[in-house]
């Protein structure tokens, strides 16, 4: 959520940490302040309330420089937004801090430190951790050894960046729950909450591991377990490209994502798939002795991961004859359940850091599930390390804070996941040839439900003065209706609900009149004819119809009623081909209203707080 850069090079690092910020920008955010040790070893401050280019105009009117130096985007969560909130938090100036996590603890912490004459100057957690590392700096012979005996008396999950003149050429990084990442440099170091943030000055990064107290100087890294012990940990060479953070041709990230998304999921495919089956290897090694013991698939996941883990629940069912529960992570973590032989334990998540998704596959490895599985983004994240079994989304980076092309390649995973396991199992192989028959096509058929924009766009201008709006579906498509209303919500502030059409009389046709637009999805599967039937008692009542529905399902335009065709499609894709033009509309919505598309009030592209 909060996002850190923090560098010591033999440059001046101002810009460097600066564009670190305008790169987390899409993580979500309401203030921004950095912190430098200037050539008179003295700590130089700047922060401001809004957006990063806020604080930029004030370093125009009061230019600082150094060489070493850390920063940060808050999102708030212990005090309002206001600059006083706002990160470095400086103690005495000795000490600076940046801060991403919860401290559990910090109000006792607070009484304590008010007691021995400390003045806070801010309603943070984060403060307590500056004036600690004061405090412990009395009697502390180092830096390092300063911040060890403060984070001992620290309970909850952070990240932590400090700096200080009594050590103008040491910059410390600690990781404890919340993800910070080492940059490797020539004669330079940095820290980031993201690969994003360093991409522009380095590829090579170090992965912490919970626990690690890391001393970095211009040359040296010097790693310390949660033992005290001086370890390795390995540099890897991303791949990623600083290219994936630019606009381009594109007003917003969002509508950039959308159009990716073929691109996207032809990647995803890419030497996943042979002839007529999937390639066993792509989870890892041993998989298919694994999964041949698999009696049951519990899937957790929060937000649009949740959602493609209920879709999922369709195909698995449907097509291995395996149970499957898909719960909220952060409801499972807190959920007392009996523990049963044979689970697989599938995370979803697009950043792999999702604190909630984290202690639920905490609390799934005490439960002794038959192993663990995470379908994530990225590559090197907490849930990829610590799951038995991985199957990576290669979507490239999504800056947008709605989710689009992570949403349908983690679709596309978990039909790689239900072949897998038919494979397994020694299914029925036809389904699984067909599976890749249909998936093969899938990059081509996107492209299609992309090229509806222009006709979305046109329905889009209906929606600017609604306030309320009903999104249904019925089958695999319910959970798609559900995705439709959290796009719709999270970027226009249009209040938005999913059901499933055949709940309409349990309830929500109470809500249908001339001032509430339904939105629904139909294609041609077994399930049109009731769709229909559901459709006439909104129309009945007065409802104003958007619907997205196949070509040859019979549906003819009618008073009250707007189509959009769209072309046939195996019912096994539909619901990823019919979330295109759920996200479009959603989109072209919030253009329509100028709402802040990318970076929508009040929410952070990584949730990796409780």
């Not at 850069?5 to 987390?24: K, M, S, Y």
């Not at 125009?60 to 909130?85: D, F, K, L, V, Y």
């Not at 950039?256 to 996943?272: S, W």
Request: proline share 4%.
């Amino acid at each position: 959520m909060c996002g850190i850069v923090g560098a010591i090079a033999q440059r001046p690092v101002t810009e460097i940490l600066l564009e670190g910020l305008r790169r987390l920008e899409y993580r979500g955010y309401d203030s921004a302040g950095i912190a430098l040790l200037d050539a008179d070893q003295r700590i130089q401050r700047t922060r401001a309330l809004g957006r990063v280019v806020a604080l930029e105009e004030k370093l125009q009117q009061s230019p600082t420089q150094g060489m070493m130096g850390i920063s940060h985007t808050r999102w708030a969560t212990h005090g309002e937004p206001a600059e006083r909130n706002a990160h470095p938090h400086i103690s005495n100036d000795r000490v600076a801090v940046v801060h991403n996590g919860i401290i559990e603890n910090y109000e006792a912490l607070r009484k304590q430190l008010i007691a021995k004459g400390y003045q806070f100057q801010s309603e943070t957690d984060t403060e307590v951790i500056a004036h600690l590392i004061d405090e412990s700096l009395e009697f502390e012979s180092s830096l390092l050894d300063a911040v060890k005996a403060t984070i001992k008396q620290l309970r909850g999950a952070y990240a932590l960046g400090v700096i200080s003149p009594k050590e103008p050429d040491t910059l410390i990084a600690v990781r404890e729950g919340s993800p910070l990442i080492i940059g490797v440099g020539l004669g330079e170091h940095f820290i980031g909450s993201d690969v994003q943030a360093m991409l522009p000055v380095t590829n090579r990064f170090i992965y912490l591991e919970n626990g690690d107290v890391v001393k970095l100087s211009r040359y040296e890294i010097e790693i310390h377990d949660v033992k005290g012990d001086i370890v390795e940990r390995p540099m890897i060479e991303s791949k990623a490209c600083s290219m994936d953070s630019e606009l381009g041709e594109f007003r917003h990230f969002m509508h950039k994502e959308i159009h990716e998304q073929p691109q996207a999921v032809q990647n995803t495919l890419e030497g996943r798939l042979g002839r007529d089956s999937i390639n066993q290897c792509i989870t890892g090694d041993n998989v298919s002795e694994t999964l041949k013991q698999v009696e049951e698939v519990r899937i957790i996941a929060c937000g649009t991961s949740y959602h493609a883990g209920l879709i999922a629940r369709y195909w698995i069912e449907s097509m291995t004859e395996l149970p499957c529960r898909v719960e909220v992570a952060s409801e499972y973590r807190y959920r007392r359940q009996p523990q049963r032989d044979g689970v697989l334990f599938v995370t979803i998540s697009q950043s792999g850091e999702t604190a909630d998704t984290l202690a639920a596959l905490e609390k799934a490895k005490e439960h002794k599930a038959l192993a663990t599985l995470t379908i994530c983004n990225v590559p090197e994240s907490s849930l990829i390390r610590e799951s038995d079994f991985s199957l990576l989304t290669i979507a490239g980076a999504e800056i947008g804070v709605a989710s689009t092309k992570a949403f349908t390649t983690q679709l596309v995973c978990l039909q790689l996941l239900v072949g897998l396991l038919l494979q397994a199992k020694g299914g029925n192989l036809q389904t699984v040839e067909k599976i890749v028959t249909n998936l093969k096509k899938l990059p081509v058929l996107l492209e299609s439900a992309i090229e509806k924009e222009k006709e979305i766009e046109i329905l889009a201008e209906d929606f600017v003065e609604k306030h309320h709006a009903l999104f249904l579906g019925r089958g695999d498509q319910y959970p798609v209706a559900m995705e439709g209303a959290l796009k719709l919500k999270e970027i226009s502030y249009i209040h938005a609900e999913a059901y499933p059409a055949g709940e309409l009389k349990h309830g929500p046709l109470a809500l249908v009149d001339s001032e509430m637009p339904i939105i629904a999805v139909a294609p041609n599967t077994h399930l049109i004819e009731k769709l229909k039937s559901n459709l006439e008692e909104v129309r009945s009542r007065g409802g104003e119809l958007y619907l997205f529905a196949d070509k040859n399902a019979g549906i003819e335009v009618k008073d009250k009623l707007h189509l959009i065709e769209m072309e046939t499609v195996p019912e096994i894709l539909a619901p990823i081909i019919y979330t295109i033009p759920l996200q479009l509309l959603s989109y072209h919505v919030a253009v329509f209203k100028g709402t802040d598309v990318d970076k929508p009030r009040n929410l952070a592209k990584s949730v990796t707080v409780e």
